[in-house]
Protein backbone atom coordinates (compact mmCIF):
# COMPACT_ATOMS: atom_id res chain seq x y z
CA UNK A 1 0.00 0.00 0.00
CA UNK A 2 1.21 3.39 -0.96
CA UNK A 3 -0.37 6.29 0.24
CA UNK A 4 0.18 10.15 -1.15
CA UNK A 5 -1.09 13.35 0.37
CA UNK A 6 -1.41 16.69 -1.06
CA UNK A 7 -3.15 19.92 -1.02
CA UNK A 8 -1.23 21.31 1.42
CA UNK A 9 -0.13 25.13 1.23
CA UNK A 10 -0.19 28.52 2.75
CA UNK A 11 -3.65 30.17 3.52
CA UNK A 12 -4.52 32.85 6.03
CA UNK A 13 -5.77 32.75 9.05
CA UNK A 14 -9.75 31.80 8.84
CA UNK A 15 -9.46 30.58 4.92
CA UNK A 16 -9.97 26.95 4.39
CA UNK A 17 -7.66 24.09 2.17
CA UNK A 18 -8.90 20.72 1.08
CA UNK A 19 -6.38 17.81 1.61
CA UNK A 20 -6.39 14.44 -0.57
CA UNK A 21 -4.96 11.02 -0.07
CA UNK A 22 -4.52 8.97 -2.72
CA UNK A 23 -4.26 5.46 -2.08
CA UNK A 24 -2.99 2.37 -3.99
CA UNK A 25 -3.62 -1.63 -3.58
CA UNK A 26 -6.60 -3.11 -2.40
CA UNK A 27 -6.69 -3.06 1.17
CA UNK A 28 -8.19 0.29 1.07
CA UNK A 29 -11.29 -0.78 0.51
CA UNK A 30 -11.86 -1.72 4.23
CA UNK A 31 -9.72 -0.23 5.82
CA UNK A 32 -9.80 3.05 8.82
CA UNK A 33 -7.91 5.63 7.60
CA UNK A 34 -6.66 8.89 9.07
CA UNK A 35 -4.97 12.19 9.37
CA UNK A 36 -2.46 13.30 11.74
CA UNK A 37 -0.26 16.31 11.62
CA UNK A 38 3.69 17.23 13.30
CA UNK A 39 4.16 20.67 14.03
CA UNK A 40 7.73 21.82 14.02
CA UNK A 41 9.52 20.71 17.50
CA UNK A 42 6.14 18.66 18.31
CA UNK A 43 4.97 15.44 18.53
CA UNK A 44 2.40 13.97 15.80
CA UNK A 45 -0.93 14.38 16.89
CA UNK A 46 -3.97 12.56 15.83
CA UNK A 47 -6.81 14.71 13.81
CA UNK A 48 -9.67 12.65 12.40
CA UNK A 49 -10.30 9.11 11.52
CA UNK A 50 -12.98 7.54 9.26
CA UNK A 51 -14.28 3.73 9.17
CA UNK A 52 -15.11 2.04 5.89
CA UNK A 53 -19.13 1.26 5.13
CA UNK A 54 -20.64 -0.38 2.25
CA UNK A 55 -20.77 3.08 0.59
CA UNK A 56 -18.13 5.90 1.27
CA UNK A 57 -17.74 6.14 4.96
CA UNK A 58 -19.10 5.12 8.08
CA UNK A 59 -18.52 6.68 11.46
CA UNK A 60 -16.13 9.55 12.06
CA UNK A 61 -13.81 10.75 15.03
CA UNK A 62 -12.54 14.29 15.40
CA UNK A 63 -9.71 15.66 17.84
CA UNK A 64 -11.22 18.33 19.75
CA UNK A 65 -9.39 20.70 18.13
CA UNK A 66 -10.60 20.39 15.06
CA UNK A 67 -14.34 19.62 15.59
CA UNK A 68 -16.68 21.67 14.09
CA UNK A 69 -13.90 23.22 11.63
CA UNK A 70 -12.62 19.94 9.74
CA UNK A 71 -14.48 16.90 7.57
CA UNK A 72 -12.83 13.40 6.84
CA UNK A 73 -14.95 11.74 4.25
CA UNK A 74 -13.26 8.92 1.34
CA UNK A 75 -14.58 7.85 -1.66
CA UNK A 76 -13.97 4.23 -1.81
CA UNK A 77 -14.07 3.69 -5.55
CA UNK A 78 -11.64 6.27 -6.41
CA UNK A 79 -8.99 5.09 -3.25
CA UNK A 80 -9.50 8.54 -2.26
CA UNK A 81 -9.07 10.17 1.38
CA UNK A 82 -9.87 13.68 2.12
CA UNK A 83 -9.58 16.45 4.55
CA UNK A 84 -12.37 19.90 4.33
CA UNK A 85 -10.28 22.13 6.65
CA UNK A 86 -12.28 25.51 7.33
CA UNK A 87 -11.52 27.96 9.65
CA UNK A 88 -7.70 27.56 9.74
CA UNK A 89 -5.93 28.99 12.92
CA UNK A 90 -2.33 29.65 12.90
CA UNK A 91 -2.25 26.73 14.88
CA UNK A 92 -2.91 24.43 12.61
CA UNK A 93 0.14 25.12 10.85
CA UNK A 94 1.71 21.56 10.76
CA UNK A 95 2.63 18.60 8.12
CA UNK A 96 -0.30 16.99 7.50
CA UNK A 97 -0.26 12.90 6.95
CA UNK A 98 -2.37 10.71 6.05
CA UNK A 99 -2.52 6.57 7.19
CA UNK A 100 -3.70 3.52 7.00
CA UNK A 101 -4.86 0.96 9.59
CA UNK A 102 -5.80 -2.33 7.89
CA UNK A 103 -7.99 -3.70 10.74
CA UNK A 104 -12.02 -3.36 10.05
CA UNK A 105 -14.27 -1.55 12.59
CA UNK A 106 -15.52 1.49 13.72
CA UNK A 107 -13.73 4.18 15.11
CA UNK A 108 -13.29 6.19 18.43
CA UNK A 109 -10.94 7.59 20.73
CA UNK A 110 -8.79 4.15 20.14
CA UNK A 111 -7.77 6.00 16.90
CA UNK A 112 -5.77 8.68 18.38
CA UNK A 113 -3.21 6.12 18.63
CA UNK A 114 -0.46 6.76 15.42
CA UNK A 115 0.81 3.21 17.01
CA UNK A 116 -2.84 1.25 15.62
CA UNK A 117 -1.85 2.36 11.51
CA UNK A 118 0.13 0.62 9.71
CA UNK A 119 0.77 2.52 6.59
CA UNK A 120 1.64 6.71 6.12
CA UNK A 121 1.84 8.78 3.97
CA UNK A 122 4.96 11.04 3.30
CA UNK A 123 3.13 14.41 4.93
CA UNK A 124 2.04 17.52 2.85
CA UNK A 125 2.76 20.97 4.66
CA UNK A 126 -0.14 23.37 5.61
CA UNK A 127 0.99 27.15 6.99
CA UNK A 128 -1.76 29.34 8.48
CA UNK A 129 -0.55 32.88 8.85
CA UNK A 130 -2.01 34.85 11.28
Known amino acids: VQLQASGGGLVQAGGSLRLSCAAS????????MGWFRQAPGKEREFVAAISWSNGNGGNTYYADSVKGRFNISRDNAKNALYLQMNSLKPEDTAVYYC?????????????????????WGQGTQVTVSS
Open 99 to 119: ALDRAFGRVGPWSRSALKYDY
Open 25 to 32: GRTFSKAV
